[in-house]
């Protein structure tokens, strides 16, 4: 079974900064291109982030300069370095993988960027 678990979301302030990271099991982590999504309120899922599995890495416009994904092959996990937050950053933010099975994801984070 596969499990993606999302946690580091919170409220913050604007200029703030957050790390989230994406708990996986049930998948080999290592040959998996992985993807950070979120949706505000109101408005359709957008893709943020997204790593390959040798790390080449692919930004949203509007996050670029302002986010970076990683990844700990060895520990499965896949994270997300939000700095400089902005209101419109607020969303619940998704991990993302394909595997055989289909399109995974986890339940979210919450996060919130407000003063």
């Known amino acids: 079974q596969v499990r993606l678990v999302e946690s580091g979301g919170g409220l913050v302030q604007p200029g703030g900064s957050l790390r989230l990271s994406c708990a996986t099991s049930?998948?080999?982590?290592?040959?998996?291109?992985m993807k950070w999504y979120r949706q505000a309120p109101g408005k359709e899922r957008e893709m943020v982030a997204s790593?390959?599995?040798?790390?080449?890495?692919n930004y949203g416009d509007s996050v670029k300069d302002r986010f970076t994904i990683s990844r700990d092959n060895a520990r499965a996990t896949l994270y997300l370095q939000m700095i400089d937050l902005k209101p419109e950053d607020t969303a619940v933010y998704y991990c993302?993988?394909?595997?055989?099975?289909?399109?995974?994801w986890g339940r979210g984070t919450q996060v919130t960027v407000s003063s």
């Open positions: 049930g998948i080999n982590f290592k040959i998996h291109e």
């Open positions: 993302n993988t394909n595997s055989r099975w289909g399109s995974q």
């Open positions: 790593i390959t599995s040798s790390g080449t890495t």
